[in-house]
């Protein structure tokens, strides 16, 4: 028995300050106050705030983009999520064009064997509609990764046509689909026209090629699908207020829009993409890119409201070296950066500490809503009693600062290097073990796979 003492436990709900109890692997009582019995291990948490563990519902670990691989495959990538909080995450598992699902499926669990330090789970990514894939649905959903990805951009997108059907068909099952939305057509002219002269050395072509209109539009298209197929479904990433509007567009309607966005696209600008040096200005590259400062705004200020219901990594990591693979053509700069480890902490300190949103809300967008749309809930995302003891102790007097050099990721650098944050991941619990302690990760291969249950549509 492990006995956490006058922590501040949060919930989305409210906070209070209170005594935690775990036997073995989980949460047996919450109390404002437990007495100790002598053979308990006891800690006292006063001052320090706990969080259910964080869930990272969009990671992409050992995944090949651009002629390369992501630098983090499984073992570091979740070892990353672990030192910053993280103890559950939700991988890509992709069937490409020609593969079944459950092939696809069986790859992804192949990669995930090298060993997990967070639990983890897969969303199945769709890379074609048809007979044979619908009829694969409810393997997937009984084998636990209930919930799905497509893309309308990219080689592995889906036309409007098959999205159609692929939500109706989800509906049916009892589950639904994120979506990563950005015009594609909008973009390959763009891209065209920008790689027929110098501009296809410039990092800033990815970004002027991919605008916030392409976004907004396919998000939009997204959403009257949904209307169409009269289903909830996810716009992950979320990076613009365009693309805001047109969810407020589709909640006005009635719909049941769900939204995520990144830490990247609430710190970052795209004022990163014209720095000339191109190691510098690559470090960036993501789709879709980073927007203006008053995206950022409108963001922070959408998850205050309750617009924005997950913030999730994107974690798709490389190296320098491996973006040097454009440096003749912006094109072919693999599109991703790390961000496994800081997630928690930057919300912490550039959300909660600067006052624009509640710690409670950090609670629901990094613990309970991605539980609960993402079919771990009640197990994982909350303080409760038989809950799984997946804690963050976070200390809201510590101090952190963003260092490469002490980073766990593979990636040779890291987006937000340098910055100073208010607040410290002091200690994360996985299933009751204690796995990780001010950045250090004590315990590896600790993650196991779990089986998701179909979505809440809260
Ligand atoms: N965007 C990226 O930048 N990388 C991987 C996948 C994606 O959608
Ligand atoms: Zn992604």
Not at 87 to 105: K, Q, R
Not at 258 to 268: A, S
Not at 389 to 406: C, M, N, R, S
Request: charged share 30%; proline share 4%; glycine share 8%.
């Amino acid at each position: 028995m492990l006995l956490l003492k006058n922590g501040t436990l949060i919930s989305p709900a409210g906070s209070r300050v209170g005594d935690l109890l775990i036997d073995g692997e989980k949460i047996v009582r919450i109390s404002p106050s437990i007495e100790s019995e002598p053979s308990w291990e006891v800690l006292d948490v006063s001052g320090k705030l706990i969080f259910p563990g964080f869930i990272d519902p969009h990671t992409h670990f050992d995944l090949h983009v651009a002629g390369t691989v992501t630098v983090d495959g499984f073992a570091s990538g979740t070892k990353a999520e672990i030192a910053g909080g993280t103890t559950t995450v939700i991988d890509f598992g992709t069937a490409y064009p020609g593969e079944t699902l459950n092939e696809g499926l069986d790859n992804w669990f192949a990669k995930a064997a090298e060993g997990c330090s967070s639990d983890f789970g897969f969303h199945q990514t769709i890379t074609e509609w048809n007979e044979r894939i619908s009829a694969e649905i409810p393997d997937m959903i009984e084998r636990g990764a209930s919930t799905f990805k497509i893309y309308m951009t990219y080689d592995t997108k889906i036309d409007d046509c098959s999205i159609l059907k692929l939500l109706k068909r989800l509906k049916e099952c009892g589950t639904t689909t994120g979506c990563h939305c950005e015009n594609s057509g909008l973009i390959d002219a763009l891209r065209d026209e920008y790689s027929q002269d110098e501009r296809i050395r410039k990092v800033s072509s990815h970004y002027l090629t991919r605008p916030a209109a392409a976004e907004a539009e396919a998000i939009g298209r997204f959403c009257h699908l949904a209307e169409i197929a009269e289903t909830p479904v996810i716009d992950v990433h979320l990076t613009c207020l365009e693309g805001l509007l047109e969810i407020r567009h589709a909640r006005e309607r009635g719909q049941k829009v769900y939204v995520e966005t990144c830490p990247q696209y609430l710190m970052l600008d795209d004022s990163r993409y014209e720095n000339p040096d191109f190691d510098e200005a690559a470090k960036y590259v993501c789709a879709p890119p980073l927007r203006k400062k008053a995206d950022q705004e409108a963001l922070w200020a959408a998850l205050r409201d309750g617009e924005i219901e997950t913030v999730a990594t994107d974690h798709c990591s490389f190296t320098r070296e491996q973006k040097r693979l454009g440096i003749d053509d912006f094109r072919k700069i693999p599109g991703g950066m790390p961000g496994a480890e800081t997630r928690g902490i930057v919300i912490y300190s550039e959300g909660v500490a600067k006052g624009r949103i509640s710690r409670e809300k950090m609670c629901e967008v990094l613990s309970e809503n991605p539980a609960r749309l993402y079919g771990l809930y009640p197990q994982k995302g909350t303080l409760r009693e038989g809950s799984d003891a997946d804690l963050v102790i976070l200390d809201p007097e510590g101090k952190t600062i963003i260092d490469q050099k002490t980073q766990v990721s593979k990636s040779d650098y890291a987006p937000l290097q340098g910055m100073e944050l208010q607040g410290a991941i002091a200690q994360v619990y996985l299933r009751g073990e204690k796995v990780a302690e001010h950045g250090t990760v004590l315990k590896e291969g600790r993650g196991r796979y779990v089986k998701r249950k179909c979505p809440e549509f809260f």
